[in-house]
């Protein structure tokens, strides 16, 4: 257990749903990060958030929302999305950007599926 | 040039033999380079990490070999074992400004057959 944990493991979801996935570290961490995972690719880094603040948005498209109230919760919110979404959503966390080199502690991911 | 190249895609290895994967990187302002694993079903996490201060560094069974002048640095796991059957990540960023963006290569599966 990495001390980050999401919520669902597994997901399925039509072009037209929305949805939501949810993030909760228990490390103390103040930044937060989405990245997500396709067969084949590198792990493709979405957001940050340092301290509740984006500070990075990685040229994603605005049918992938995330929010962030605390540090310990991120939220990744979905609409319609396109079948090319479908991918596994690793949340991460660390001590903050003004580590040097910090260490990523990740989740265990959600496996999304878009049909 | 941000990219990281990873390589070989896939690996497989005899129980007690050596493994080994290689990365290589472009920008020079690069300065932290860590590798990660990752077990199926679970988040990729930090094995051994690299300042390009030093050529190698050694934990256990896992060793990082650096050349900043060739800008690339490759993991060996000596003794290999079929429990460090996963996937491995190479990855690189900068220090300076850090917020964890890392650049991670397109990982390596390995497989050590018993």
């Known amino acids: 257990e990495t001390g980050v944990t999401q919520t669902p493991r597994h997901l399925v979801m039509g072009m037209t749903n929305k949805k939501s996935l949810k993030c909760e570290q228990h490390?103390?961490?103040?930044?937060m990060y989405w990245y997500k995972q396709s067969a084949k690719k590198p792990l493709e880094l979405m957001f940050v958030y340092n301290f509740k603040e984006q500070t990075e948005n990685n040229s994603v498209p605005s049918r992938f929302s995330p929010e962030c109230p605390n540090s310990s919760h991120l939220f990744l919110h979905l609409h319609t999305l396109q079948p090319e979404d479908s991918a596994l959503y690793l949340c991460?966390?660390?001590?903050?950007?003004?580590?040097?080199?910090?260490?990523?502690?990740f989740g265990s991911g959600t496996q999304l599926s878009v049909l | 040039q941000q990219q990281v190249k990873q390589s070989p895609q896939s690996l497989i290895v005899q129980k007690g033999g050596i493994s080994i994967i290689n990365c290589a990187y472009e920008n020079t302002a690069f300065d932290y380079f860590p590798w990660y694993q990752q077990f199926p079903g679970k988040g990729p996490a930090l094995l051994i990490a690299?300042?390009?201060?030093?050529s190698e560094k050694k934990e256990g069974r896992f060793t990082i070999s650096f050349n900043k002048s060739a800008k690339q640095f490759s993991l060996h796991i000596m003794d290999s074992q079929p429990g460090d059957s996963a996937t491995y990540f190479c990855a690189a960023s900068r220090r300076a400004g850090n917020t964890g963006k890392l650049i991670f290569g397109q990982g390596t599966t390995l497989q050590v057959k018993p």
């Open positions: 690299i300042r390009p201060d030093v």
């Open positions: 991460a966390s660390s001590q903050d950007r003004r580590q040097k080199g910090e260490k990523l502690f």
């Open positions: 490390l103390g961490h103040n930044a």
